[in-house]
């Protein structure tokens, strides 16, 4: 199993340098062809069929015996054909001024002839380490290796099959990009800086997995975002000790502030978008190589009910889903164990006509409201399950079909009354409602223990539970920035928090990210000298 690291808060001191991996040591490339050949051989496999050596002679001056060495299926064939293969077989040395005595052209002076006049490609290093040059054909690259030259050059040649660009399957909107992340992390990184466009867009690359080598890229706008949050950052995915890294979820265990919290400290998200929306806010992206989930920090407790449809509609519409999904987190948290609270301990809190409709329809059911409750909850979760994990059309089918004919079922049975069929129904649409899925999973969670506390005291055990839970949060931190930062701030940023002001009135940035560069929005040229950018105030 994967060590967990304990991170430091931000606040907690100051950080240490970050690193970018454990030094593998610096063995040189040989000047013996045949000998770097066997080397390859050693290292790879003799057996493996997908590491190509091509052997081929370069004709310049007496003839020097090069191979191209490179891995099937990572490399773009038609790039090694057209841009290395056929310029260094074919053209003739008669193109270089510099070798008019050909016979006299020595090692050294045919690798400046291949990178000067033959090698077509736009994008290559001269490297002398056998490590790195394996662990950049690894990569996709190539690597060509001339008789007599203690040295390789290293091609970009990088191409592979791959999902291409879909739209979100996790994040569907009705108004806004269809785009969404694929696993190829450049296209992730292209996606991005065709959003933001300035040159301060920053992406730092590190390498994660002793196996894996995994790139991963902490994303961020310099001289806009903390400092400090970016070197948290860095800090934390640099003590990260694993030998295989294959998505992003395994960096969001390591870096989270609190590993025993149900709620996510760590913002997931598909769409470009909203990563780009974040990056401008203030916030830091992790891209990995791999995966087409990218995670944002520091997270907040109102990335639970927010959505990026929010900023795309007007602001009354947008308001009015927000609220109606606050509305919806309450529903599917508390529903179910008011519920029981009220049928178990407080019927005199009931309407006289509603309680005598909950005892005709109760007076079969063998079991307690916790029991009824708990079999709708798990049969509801298991269909759920089920529905994720079959194909797109059966699992709709299964998740409707199963859910009528199991509710109808058990009524028929007396094993659950209609009503608690009703209340496990409304739970269910509310925790739908929700547009982040870690963040409902948090909440079906915590619905469990605030059932059985209100089955055990009632009322008391309900409110005792929902405030256990903002204790909780009171000090959950991620990145080392409070959780409930969004509801502790100035009023100033109340504009975006439970409802969204027009976006012509959010002209700050969110102070509690303390951004370098406060105002987001320019004031008119007669405005200017009124107010400057980092200290704005309204």
Same mark, same amino acid.
């Given at each position: 199993m994967p060590r967990f690291i304990k991170p430091k808060g931000i606040l907690e001191g100051t950080t240490s340098k970050p690193t970018q991996g454990q030094d593998k040591g610096k063995t040189p490339i040989s000047q013996d062809l045949s000998e770097n050949i066997e080397r390859i051989r050693q290292v790879c496999g003799p057996d493996n069929t997908d590491i190509i050596v091509r052997e081929f002679k370069i004709p310049v001056g007496r003839g020097f015996r090069a191979a191209l060495f490179f891995v099937e299926g990572l490399a773009d064939r038609q790039t090694l054909n057209l841009s290395i293969i056929q310029p260094m077989q074919l053209f003739s040395a008669e193109y270089c001024p510099e070798c008019e005595n050909r016979d006299d052209v020595d090692s050294r002076g045919v690798v400046d002839y291949v990178v000067n006049y033959l090698l077509a490609t736009s994008q290559f290093k001269r490297i002398d380490s056998f490590d790195e040059m394996v662990d950049l054909v690894m990569t996709g690259e190539s690597a060509i290796l001339i008789d007599g030259v203690a040295e390789a050059i290293v091609t970009e040649v990088k191409s592979w099959a791959n999902r291409g660009i879909q739209e979100p399957q996790s994040e569907v909107t009705i108004r806004g990009p269809k785009e969404g992340f694929s696993e190829v992390v450049r296209y992730n990184t292209a996606l991005?800086?065709? !959003?933001? !466009?300035? /040159? %301060? $867009?920053?992406?730092? /690359?590190?390498? #994660?997995?002793?196996?894996?080598?995994?790139? +991963?890229?902490?994303?961020?706008?310099?001289?806009?975002?903390?400092?400090?949050? +970016?070197?948290?950052?860095?800090?934390r995915i640099s003590e990260i000790v694993i030998d295989y890294l294959p998505e992003a979820g395994y960096i969001e265990q390591f870096i989270e502030d609190n590993p025993w919290s149900p709620f996510p400290q760590v913002l997931t998200t598909e769409r470009p978008d909203r990563l780009a929306a974040a990056l401008a806010e203030g916030q830091i992206g992790i891209?990995?190589?791999?995966?087409?989930?990218?995670? #944002?920090? @520091?997270?907040?407790?109102?990335?639970?009910?927010?959505?990026?449809?929010?900023?795309?509609? !007007?602001?009354?519409?947008?308001?009015? =889903? !927000?609220?109606?999904? &606050?509305?919806?987190?309450?529903?599917?948290?508390?529903?179910? %164990? #008011?519920? &029981?609270? $009220?049928?178990?301990?407080?019927?005199?809190?009931? @309407?006289?006509?509603?309680?005598?409709?909950?005892?005709?329809? =109760?007076? =079969?059911?063998?079991? /307690?409201?916790?029991?009824?409750?708990?079999?709708?909850? #798990?049969?509801?979760?298991?269909?759920?399950?089920?529905?994720?994990?079959? @194909?797109? /059309?059966?699992?709709?089918?299964?998740g409707i079909v199963g859910a009528l004919l199991l509710g109808d079922a058990a009524v028929q049975a007396n094993l659950v009354s209609p009503i608690m069929v009703i209340v496990v129904a409304l739970t269910a649409l509310a925790s739908f409602a929700t547009p982040y899925h870690s963040g409902g999973m948090a909440i079906r969670l915590l619905r469990f223990p605030l059932m059985l506390a209100a089955a055990v005291i009632g009322l008391y055990g309900v409110a005792a539970g929902v405030t256990a839970i903002a204790i909780h949060l009171t000090q959950l931190t991620s990145l080392g920035v409070p959780y409930l930062s969004p509801f502790l701030s100035e009023p100033v940023d109340y504009k975006d928090v439970v409802v969204r002001a027009p976006l012509w009135m959010m002209r700050f940035r969110p102070r509690y990210l303390r951004p370098l560069r406060l105002r987001r929005q320019v004031p008119p040229p007669n405005k200017g000298k009124q107010s400057q950018a980092g200290g704005d105030s309204e």
């Open positions: 991005l800086r065709r !959003r933001i !466009r300035t /040159p %301060a $867009l920053r992406m730092d /690359p590190m390498k #994660i997995g002793t196996l894996s080598e995994t790139d +991963v890229f902490v994303v961020y706008i310099e001289g806009l975002t903390n400092k400090r949050l +970016v070197e948290e950052a860095k800090r891209l990995v190589d791999g995966t087409p989930i990218a995670l #944002i920090m @520091p997270s907040f407790i109102t990335d639970i009910y927010e959505s990026t449809e929010d900023y795309y509609e !007007r602001f009354l519409f947008g308001s009015a =889903r !927000r609220v109606l999904r &606050i509305g919806a987190v309450f529903v599917s948290l508390l529903l179910p %164990a #008011i519920y &029981i609270a $009220l049928v178990t301990f407080h019927h005199e809190m009931i @309407p006289t006509s509603l309680a005598l409709a909950f005892a005709s329809t =109760r007076q =079969r059911v063998p079991f /307690p409201a916790l029991v009824e409750a708990f079999l709708m909850e #798990i049969s509801l979760e298991l269909i759920r399950e089920a529905g994720v994990r079959l @194909p797109s /059309p059966v699992g709709q089918t299964v």
